[in-house]
Every structure is written in C-alpha cells, then in structure tokens.
C-alpha cells in the first residue's frame, strides 16, 4: 500500500515537472507570429500601411528602429514597427475600468524586419492565444482585433 502511495507521488510530480517543462520550451514560441513576406521591405511597408487603412484601422505611429539605433551608434538591418490602431476596439476595453490593465498591450503592433537573408518578415504578439487567457471583454476584443489584424497581412504574408 505504502509503495503504491509512493510511486503515485513520484508519478504525480513527474507529471508536473513534465507540463512545467513543456510550457517553458513551447510557450515562448507560441507568443510570436512570424512570417515572410512576399516582396521586399519598401514595398512591405507601402502595402501594409494600405491595408491597415483598406481595413478600417488607424496608424498612429510608426517606428523606425534601424533610424534610432543609428542615433545611438549601432548600425542594424531595416526594421520599422507599426501601431496599429482600431479606436473601436479600444475604447470598449479603455472605458472599463478592470479591462485597462491591457492597455500596456495597445495599440497592436506588427514589425516588419529584414534579416541578413535579404529575406523580409513580419512579426507581432499572438494575440488570439493571449487573449484566450484573459477572457470575458478582453478576449472578446482581442480576438476580434486578432483575426482582423491576420487580414490586413494577408496580402503581405507567403
């Protein structure tokens, strides 16, 4: 009886150490999205910006990385990230109080990035898995914002 106690245990926190393992080396990954894009990064940027407006969205701001690191005495490959913004959606979650919290995670961003390949990518948060986190208004409005956002790169992605 006492053995089989025992190895219920081991078994149990094996179990846990398995899961906990898992989570760390998947997880990561599963928060970003990348992809190629089609085309080079000019015409990246000229298309994206585009669609975000095609769309219904607002560009607020765009950074250009590669300009600020230069400020500071590095020299990388392009890289710009866009704000995109849905004032809509925003509003929903900025107007609850305990929805705020997320605000740190607005407005949307996606990057665009050329790698030393001369390849083009995108990257951004995954925002569906994030939100199936959270639940309730957030998950409602994140998702939504989600799956508008993968349309708006749909013109851009491989």
Same mark, same amino acid.
């Given at each position: 009886?006492?053995?089989?106690?025992?190895?219920?245990?081991?078994?149990?926190?094996?179990?846990?150490?398995?899961?906990?393992?898992?989570?760390?080396?998947?997880?990561?990954?599963?928060?970003?999205?990348?992809?190629?894009?089609?085309?080079?990064?000019?015409?990246?940027?000229?298309?994206?910006?585009?669609?975000?407006?095609?769309?219904?969205?607002?560009?607020?701001?765009? @950074?250009?990385?590669? *300009?600020?690191?230069? *400020?500071?005495?590095?020299?990388?490959?392009?890289?710009?990230?866009?704000?995109?913004? @849905?004032? +809509?959606?925003?509003?929903?979650?900025?107007?609850?109080?305990? +929805?705020?919290?997320?605000?740190?995670?607005?407005?949307?961003?996606?990057?665009?990035?050329?790698?030393?390949?001369? *390849?083009?990518?995108?990257?951004?948060?995954?925002?569906?898995?994030?939100?199936?986190?959270?639940?309730?208004?957030?998950? +409602?409005?994140?998702?939504?914002?989600?799956?508008?956002? +993968?349309? /708006?790169?749909?013109? /851009?992605?491989?």
């Amino acid at each position: 009886m006492k053995k089989n106690i025992l190895i219920g245990v081991i078994a149990f926190i094996l179990g846990i150490v398995i899961a906990s393992s898992a989570i760390v080396l998947v997880a990561p990954g599963a928060m970003l999205l990348e992809d190629e894009s089609k085309y080079g990064f000019d015409e990246t940027v000229e298309i994206l910006t585009a669609s975000v407006e095609s769309h219904g969205w607002k560009l607020p701001a765009v @950074h250009d990385l590669q *300009k600020t690191m230069v *400020k500071y005495g590095y020299d990388v490959k392009k890289v710009q990230v866009f704000e995109l913004c @849905h004032p +809509e959606h925003a509003a929903r979650i900025l107007e609850a109080d305990e +929805e705020r919290i997320v605000s740190s995670l607005m407005p949307c961003r996606i990057a665009i990035y050329e790698r030393e390949d001369g *390849k083009v990518y995108i990257s951004r948060l995954n925002s569906s898995l994030m939100s199936s986190l959270m639940g309730g208004l957030i998950k +409602e409005v994140m998702t939504t914002a989600a799956e508008q956002n +993968e349309e /708006i790169l749909e013109a /851009i992605l491989n």
